[in-house]
């Protein structure tokens, strides 16, 4: 079983619709982001949490809102869903324990692909 | 402005031989950095990384070269195989400065390995 899921896979919604993207780890780690890719942009981060009551913007949060329901688990949500928030959108953890002075790694979920119409 | 910059989109190689996909950044502050291997409808995977106190790191046919005074790191696959056809994101993440660590991601370079 995958560590890191995402539902849905695919969306596929209309403008001003509310949706919910959905992330869980069975990893054990306590950090948790969300990041978008659009072509040729790369990864950009939306937000991210330390913790169960940590939640910290990213560089592109305006239009989303998150919630992190327990450690395992961090929902990405879109109030009112416009086309420019189209895209494939990554979840990802990392543990902070690291050990040997080994820096934070992070592991992706594999991509939910958001059509806004 | 861009502090981690891929500029190639890009990269053919033939299948055995050497791949190298470079990276430049901007901000001083970063002192690791990653690599990730990302193929079509999957998530990025991690690759390797090298902390800013190393000039390489090496794991099997992957090594990743740094050089902090030209802010530059690169990567090189030695032999090069069909299945390292993927997109390959440079990444780097800064202990003090602010960013909590974060990764800041380049655009990626799209390599395509011909047999």
């Known amino acids: 079983d995958a560590d890191v899921t995402q539902t849905p896979r695919n969306r596929i919604t209309k403008t001003g619709k509310r949706i919910m993207l959905e992330c869980s780890q069975t990893?054990?780690?306590?950090?948790m982001y969300w990041y978008r890719q659009d072509p040729g942009l790369g990864l950009r981060l939306i937000y991210y949490?330390?913790?169960?009551?940590?939640?910290n913007k990213g560089e592109i949060s305006d239009g989303y809102s998150v919630s992190r329901q327990a450690q395992a688990k961090f929902s990405l949500s879109l109030e009112s869903a416009i086309p420019n928030q189209t895209a494939l959108y990554f979840c990802?953890?990392?543990?902070?324990?690291?050990?040997?002075?080994?820096?934070?790694?992070?592991?992706f979920g594999p991509g939910t692909r958001l059509l806004v119409l | 402005d861009q502090q981690v910059k891929q500029n190639s989109p890009s990269l053919s190689v033939q299948e055995g031989r050497i791949s190298i996909l470079n990276c430049d950044y901007t901000?001083?502050?970063?002192?690791?950095f990653l690599w990730y291997k990302k193929y079509p409808a999957e998530g990025p995977t991690f690759l390797i990384s090298?902390?800013?106190?190393?000039d390489k790191n090496e794991d099997g046919r992957f090594t990743v070269f740094l050089n902090k005074s030209a802010k530059h790191l690169s990567l090189h696959i030695v032999p090069s195989q069909p299945g390292d056809s993927a997109v390959y994101f440079c990444?780097?993440?800064?202990?003090?400065?602010?960013?909590?660590?974060?990764?800041?991601f380049g655009k990626g370079t799209k390599l395509s390995v011909k047999p």
């Open positions: 990802a953890t990392s543990d902070h324990k690291t050990s040997g002075g080994a820096r934070e790694t992070q592991y």
């Open positions: 990893k054990g780690h306590d950090r």
């Open positions: 949490s330390f913790d169960v009551k940590d939640i």
């Open positions: 901000n001083s502050m970063f002192d690791y």
């Open positions: 090298i902390s800013s106190i190393k």
């Open positions: 990444a780097a993440s800064a202990r003090y400065g602010g960013s909590q660590g974060n990764l800041i």
